[in-house]
């Protein structure tokens, strides 16, 4: 059951006026073919609220153990959240991953692993630079700007695509292609706050 029109409709009917969100850069975001979204990570709201303000359905990353939970266990899936194993190599969640990727859709992902406890941005995992270089897709940083505080406003920045084709041509680590990402949603924070 695709529960994700629901989702979205009910999460942005109480989002959009209780935190005053405000999307820039929506235009950047490519119509079609696979896109790698890489987003800072302040709050466990992150997911919903980029999956109502990007234009495309996002296939999010979540961490196994929320599986796990009474609730999210039947309700993730048909949002079209999927489990990876954190702090190992999850074989399956990469094949899941790339899989999309190659059919065109759009993988959601938190390069930095956490949440940011200050909200201040972390350093990213390789894994966002191994999707990078592996998925056949463009990579879109994104940026989230709280703070999460009724009645303030909260802005989600899209930026323009990340080309890896130079990245993988010249086979650039996926350290490195994560640290490009990284600095690319430090920039939009700091040229939106």
Do not use: W
């Not at 969100?21 to 790698?36: R, S, T």
Request: proline share 8%; net charge positive.
């Amino acid at each position: 059951m695709n529960l994700y029109p629901l989702g979205k409709a009910l999460c942005s009917a109480i989002f959009y006026p209780f935190y005053r969100i405000k999307v820039i850069g929506k235009e950047n975001f490519p119509k079609d073919g696979g896109v790698l979204l890489c987003t800072n990570h302040i709050d466990n709201l992150d997911p919903p609220v980029v999956g109502i303000t990007c234009p495309r359905t996002v296939h999010f990353m979540a961490k196994e153990e929320l599986f796990e939970l009474p609730i999210l266990k039947s309700v993730l899936p048909n949002v079209k959240a999927f489990p990876v194993k954190r702090g190992m190599s999850d074989r399956q969640a990469m094949r899941k991953a790339l899989t999309l990727l190659k059919e065109g859709k759009v993988v959601g992902l938190f390069p930095e692993g956490t949440r940011s406890k200050d909200g201040q941005l972390q350093k990213g995992l390789a894994g966002a630079g191994f999707f990078a270089l592996r998925g056949d897709a463009v990579v879109m940083p994104c940026a989230i700007i709280g703070p999460y505080k009724p009645f303030k406003q909260l802005k989600v920045v899209y930026g323009k695509p990340i080309d890896m084709a130079p990245y993988r041509e010249r086979k650039a680590s996926a350290e490195e292609v994560t640290a490009v990402i990284m600095a690319e949603i430090q920039k939009l924070i700091e040229t939106n706050n």
